[in-house]
C-alpha cells in the first residue's frame, strides 16, 4: 500500500517550498530537479496546488512558486486531497460481506485507516521542514 506518485511528487514540491524564505520562490524547473520530479508532471500538479490555494505563483524574472500560506496551516492531507481527492481508504467497509472474523478485520483495518489519516491531517509542512533543519544543526558546532 502506497500513496499515489501524484501525492509523493505534490508532497515533495511542498516539502522543497516550505524550507525556503516566505519571500523567495522557485521555478517549476527548479523544483522537477530538487524532488526529483519529471517536469511535466509537476506542471499539473502545481496547477492543482495552486487552484487549491495552496500555492502563489509569480511570473517573470524572478518568479516561480512559494507557498500560498504559511507552512504551519498546510497539513500533509491537504496537500493529499487536493491531489488525489481523498485520503487513505483501506477497506470499503459498505456492502463488506459477512463472514467469520469479519467484525474484527473491519474493526482492525479501520483502526489503522483512522490513525494513518490522524496523522496526516496532523502533521504540517513546518513539521516536515522542520525535521531537515533539525537534522542540519546536527552536525554544527562552533
Known amino acids: 500500500m502506497q500513496i499515489s506518485k501524484k501525492a509523493?511528487?505534490?508532497?515533495?514540491?511542498?516539502?522543497?517550498?516550505?524550507?525556503?524564505?516566505?519571500?523567495?520562490t522557485l521555478?517549476?524547473?527548479?523544483l522537477a530537479e530538487a524532488g526529483r520530479i519529471p517536469i511535466k508532471f509537476l506542471e499539473q500538479i502545481l496547477h492543482l496546488l495552486k487552484r487549491a490555494g495552496m500555492l502563489k505563483a509569480k511570473r517573470g524574472v524572478g518568479g516561480g512558486y512559494r507557498l500560498g500560506r504559511e507552512g504551519r496551516l498546510i497539513t500533509v492531507a491537504d496537500v493529499v486531497e487536493a491531489v488525489d481527492g481523498?485520503?487513505?481508504?483501506?477497506?470499503?467497509?459498505?456492502?463488506?460481506?459477512?463472514?467469520?472474523?469479519?467484525?474484527?478485520?473491519?474493526?482492525?483495518l479501520g483502526a489503522a485507516e483512522d490513525a494513518t489519516n490522524r496523522k496526516l491531517r496532523t502533521t504540517t509542512l513546518e513539521d516536515i521542514a522542520g525535521l531537515d533543519a533539525a537534522d542540519a544543526m546536527v552536525g554544527f558546532g562552533i
Open 8 to 24: 509523493d511528487y505534490a508532497l515533495r514540491a511542498m516539502a522543497i517550498l516550505a524550507t525556503l524564505p516566505p519571500d523567495r
Open 27 to 30: 521555478q517549476a524547473q527548479e
Open 86 to 108: 481523498g485520503l487513505l481508504r483501506l477497506l470499503d467497509a459498505e456492502g463488506y460481506p459477512d463472514f467469520p472474523g469479519g467484525t474484527g478485520l473491519r474493526r482492525c
